[in-house]
């Protein structure tokens, strides 16, 4: 019963998580098998998706939780569980106990990560929460530092919500294509005030002189 009311839960979570304008994006999901999956280490399946077809992508992250009152961070490690990489098994490398946050990035290799989802598992060591990240252009992205601080507080029972994860309109002004825009702008800006200056300054010469 338990399982089913989880396995419901993932397929609420990964609704409306297809690619933002052929982004890729990430879904997360128990083993078919899952005693198999339990038996070989692996503690939940990742499929990598664009255009709404599986495609193998580059992943990377962490788990984030408290050890002996002292936040911890271990790095993930995940296996390939299909010939063309599209579906990747995370292993547990976290110890048990406490609540944590799976903190996944995915992209086509380890320096571009256009895709993210968050795993919360509670403090009985099952996943009970799935979430994309949002991003201000519309796809997903791995939590933030303070989304996981947040997150944690919730499955730990410390918070009432879980955080909504999504970047508010004002961030694409100043990342990404937003910080190069304003650089455009800025620069022709720039010039044409110190143009105005070097003309003030110089019928201010003229004057002192005459």
């Known amino acids: 019963m338990r399982r089913l009311a989880f396995v419901s ?3 609420l979570a990964v609704v409306g998580t297809a690619d933002a304008k052929g982004q890729p994006s990430l879904r997360a999901a128990l083993p078919a098998d899952h005693t198999e999956g339990l038996r070989r280490g692996g503690f939940m399946l990742v499929h990598g998706y ?12 962490t788990a984030e939780g408290t050890v002996s009152g002292r936040r911890t961070s271990v790095p993930l490690t995940f296996v390939r569980d299909t010939l063309d990489g599209s579906i ?25 990560m256009y895709a993210g989802i968050v795993i919360g ?15 201000a252009m ?10 996981v601080a947040q997150l944690l507080a919730h499955l730990n029972g410390d918070r009432a919500e879980a955080p909504g994860m999504v970047s508010g309109p004002w ?13 455009f702008v800025a620069l022709p800006v720039l010039y044409v005030i110190s143009v105005v200056q070097r003309t ?3 019928r201010g010469l003229k004057t002192a002189t005459a």
């Open 9 to 11: 839960l993932l397929s």
């Open 50 to 61: 664009r255009h709404a077809d599986r495609f193998p992508l580059t992943l990377i992250g």
């Open 88 to 112: 990747l098994l995370i292993t547990k490398t976290w110890p048990d106990g406490g609540a944590w946050v799976l903190n996944i990035g995915g992209g086509y290799d380890s320096t571009r």
């Open 121 to 135: 598992v509670n403090p009985q060591g099952v996943p009970v929460l799935v979430q994309n990240p949002r991003g």
């Open 138 to 147: 519309g796809g997903t992205r791995q939590a933030s530092r303070r989304e």
């Open 171 to 183: 961030r694409v002004l100043f990342t990404g294509p937003g910080a190069l825009l304003w650089l």
């Open 200 to 202: 003030r300054r110089g």
